[in-house]
């Protein structure tokens, strides 16, 4: 199992975000970490960028995964007309 790290500003847009879609992220991620390069039909590769793209409603979680540490590392997390620049 990945551990799981969150930049400064996605740990601060976990404090904005409402309580029930923060929790919805979190248990998405914790089954990212399980298995991140198994089947998961909300999580796509970036494309021109490295890392990966989580799906959540309306919201974007931007994570990349180390393999040499074994660590998802969560970039940002944005509403999705956000999220991209």
Sequence with gaps: MYKITYTAQAAKTFLKMPRNTANLVREKL?????????SNQNATKLQGRPGYR???GDWRVIYVINKEQVVIIVLKIALRGEVYR
């Excluded at 914790?30 to 198994?38: E, L, S, T």
């Design 30 to 38: 914790a089954q990212i970490a399980n298995d991140p390069f198994g």
């Design 54 to 56: 989580l799906r959540v």
